[in-house]
């Protein structure tokens, strides 16, 4: 399983919150609730959050191995 936990660590370290994620970054609602829900994303998208963010990927998900 893939968590998005590590997004919301970083984000508060960069003092950024989803509001301006959304309205600086243009970030979608609907993918902010893709991810406080741990669905799906693509690699595009990983990618644009790590360049508004300036950071690796693994401050944005943690694979979580299912047992």
């Known amino acids: 399983m ?8 970083t984000l508060k370290e960069k003092k950024i919150s ?4 959304v309205n600086t970054f243009n970030v979608s609602r609907s993918l902010l609730d893709r991810l406080k829900h741990n669905k799906p994303i693509s690699t595009v998208t990983l990618n644009d ?6 950071c690796r990927v693994e401050d944005i998900l943690l694979y979580i191995k299912d047992e």
């Open 2 to 9: 893939i968590s998005y936990e590590p997004l919301y660590k």
């Open 18 to 21: 989803t509001y301006k994620l």
């Open 49 to 54: 959050l790590c360049s508004f963010l300036d």
